[in-house]
């Protein structure tokens, strides 16, 4: 999650809540009351949404007394999905994913610590799959049996292979399960020769630099 998570107030003009957004490069935030309690989140769409067309008829001094006006608590969601610090990662991602929303304000109690966003999830992503880090890339279909993935891990570090990353995914049905392993201290042609005779078969085979 990040923190510590930049939040406002229900009556901050919708103008200032903007301005920090963009000063700040998030996207959405939690809104507090005076006792630190959550009572929305707002997002930076919600108060695009609520600023005039560029083809209104007011003057500019017409639309920033109006915006003035506007405050947080009359756009905000009030009907906000939470976590706790405690709460799996994959869980927030199944939340997020499943309501179609990018955060979720993390509570200690009824304090917000934290907030989870799509950026998080990607930056796990990156570190489950060992994105940033040199090595071999292999993906292969592995029959969803008990023991088969041991077989495939040995057989690699056997060889001297180093598994950086280890990932498992669905497969193509229901007999298996798609592996994505960044693998360092063996070549490319030496670990297909290795996984070869252990998987239904290689999907992708790459040598990366990482980043």
């Given at each position: 999650?990040?923190?510590?998570?930049?939040?406002?107030?229900?009556?901050?003009?919708?103008?200032?809540?903007?301005?920090?957004?963009?000063?700040e490069?998030?996207?959405?935030?939690?809104?507090?009351?005076?006792?630190?309690?959550?009572?929305?989140?707002?997002?930076?769409?919600?108060?695009?949404?609520?600023?005039?067309?560029?083809?209104?008829?007011?003057?500019?001094?017409?639309?920033?007394?109006?915006?003035?006006k506007?405050?947080?608590?009359?756009?905000?969601?009030?009907?906000v999905?939470?976590?706790?610090?405690?709460?799996?990662?994959?869980?927030?991602?199944?939340?997020?994913a499943?309501?179609?929303?990018?955060?979720?304000?993390?509570?200690?109690?009824?304090?917000?610590?934290?907030i989870?966003?799509?950026?998080?999830?990607?930056?796990?992503?990156?570190?489950?799959?060992g994105?940033?880090?040199?090595?071999?890339?292999?993906?292969?279909?592995?029959?969803?049996?008990?023991?088969?993935?041991?077989?495939?891990?040995?057989?690699?570090?056997?060889?001297?292979?180093n598994?950086?990353?280890?990932?498992?995914?669905?497969?193509?049905?229901t007999?298996?399960?798609?592996?994505?392993?960044?693998?360092?201290?063996?070549e490319?042609?030496?670990?297909?020769?290795?996984?070869?005779?252990?998987v239904?078969?290689?999907?992708?085979?790459?040598?990366?630099?990482?980043?």
């Amino acid at each position: 999650m990040t923190r510590p998570v930049l939040t406002v107030r229900p009556g901050t003009p919708i103008q200032d809540a903007l301005q920090l957004m963009r000063t700040e490069h998030i996207r959405r935030a939690p809104v507090v009351d005076e006792q630190g309690r959550l009572v929305g989140i707002v997002s930076e769409r919600d108060l695009l949404h609520a600023s005039p067309s560029e083809a209104t008829s007011l003057s500019i001094w017409e639309v920033h007394y109006l915006l003035s006006k506007i405050t947080v608590d009359r756009i905000m969601a009030k009907d906000v999905l939470t976590v706790t610090e405690d709460t799996p990662i994959e869980e927030a991602a199944r939340i997020m994913a499943d309501n179609k929303i990018g955060g979720l304000p993390v509570l200690r109690g009824t304090e917000v610590v934290g907030i989870v966003t799509e950026t998080d999830l990607f930056k796990v992503f990156l570190e489950l799959l060992g994105a940033r880090e040199a090595g071999v890339r292999l993906s292969a279909l592995v029959a969803d049996r008990t023991g088969e993935l041991a077989k495939l891990t040995s057989a690699i570090t056997k060889a001297g292979g180093n598994i950086l990353a280890l990932v498992v995914f669905l497969g193509e049905s229901t007999e298996n399960r798609l592996v994505t392993a960044k693998v360092e201290g063996i070549e490319q042609a030496a670990l297909r020769k290795i996984v070869e005779p252990l998987v239904e078969r290689i999907v992708d085979l790459r040598t990366t630099h990482g980043a």
